[in-house]
């Protein structure tokens, strides 16, 4: 039997350990890596005014190339396409981020849908929106992650102020937002279906960013019309979250339900 000097256990000891440490990246741990739901932080701590994160924009890309957030600071919506993060500050545009910038919220998904269709029919709001994707879902137990792609009609989004400490509640912040009206606009709507039981952790059911086609202007999705657009959706059955180290995420209070603050803040 071969023997073994102290330091060459160590060095085997620790290729047997390095597959199950922090090293490796969500993807590599589930058996299914394109249907994961990655998010940073919860919505309960962005309510409590949790605004500044330690996870970067490329750290973030290395979890998926679609999603929607805000960045540090609470400076503007956050919409990911692509591979590429748009920031939509209070005048109405998109400016690229940084690989650097960091957010204190978002969620991402590396995007491969596994249903895709056209929708012909006209939608005269955003509720009915919600009607027709409700019946594209198998089950309302998971997560799901859709991209519209064409012309709309209508399209009405926000946008906030970025902020300074003290940092007041969202609640008190969408106070000041900045709403945009677009007509018979081509671009495209990315969004996500969180489970009722994600209460406090995310964004229950629909939640849904905005950019152009030009990739100029957008934001958070208040109201919508459309017709003849292209729907993709995914079923994702994996759930991973990173929590903040951040002392103001530590010390704030998360407990409660916050349910009805949020509902003001999405509305």
């Given amino acids: 039997m071969k023997k073994f000097t ?6 085997l000891l620790g290729l047997a350990i390095l597959p199950f440490s ?3 990246s969500p993807q590599q741990r589930t058996a299914h890596p394109q249907k994961v739901f990655f998010q940073t932080s919860t919505i309960n701590a962005l309510l409590a005014g949790v605004y ?8 973030l890309s290395q979890h998926g190339n679609m999603g929607l957030g805000t960045v540090n600071r609470l400076d503007g919506e956050m919409i990911g396409l692509d591979g590429k993060f748009y920031q939509i500050k209070t005048d109405g545009k998109a400016y690229r981020i940084p690989d650097t910038m960091r957010t204190p919220f978002a969620e991402v998904v590396f995007f491969k849908p596994d249903t895709a269709f056209k929708i012909t029919d006209s939608i005269k709001n955003y509720e ?6 409700e019946k594209q879902m198998p089950a309302k137990n998971i997560f799901y992650a859709f991209r519209i792609d064409g012309t709309f009609t209508y399209i009405k989004t926000r946008s906030v102020p970025g902020q300074h400490k003290p940092y007041p509640p969202l609640t008190e912040v969408v106070k ?3 709403v945009f009206e677009f007509h018979q606009v081509k671009g495209t709507m990315i969004g996500f279906w ?5 209460k406090g952790i995310n964004v229950p059911e629909f939640h849904f960013h905005f950019i152009t086609a030009d990739r100029k202007a957008g934001g958070h999705v208040l109201a919508c019309r459309m017709q003849n657009v292209t729907l993709k959706m995914e079923k994702l059955t994996g759930f991973y979250m990173v929590l903040s180290e951040s002392r103001d995420f530590n010390k704030t209070n998360l407990s409660g339900d916050k349910q009805k603050q949020l509902e003001k803040v999405e509305k």
């Fill in 6 to 11: 102290p330091a060459t256990l160590i060095f």
């Fill in 128 to 133: 009915q929106l919600k009607s027709v994707l």
């Fill in 22 to 24: 922090g090293c490796v």
């Fill in 52 to 59: 500044n994160g330690n996870t970067t924009f490329k750290t």
């Fill in 176 to 178: 000041h937002q900045k």
């Fill in 194 to 198: 969180c489970p009722d039981y994600i």
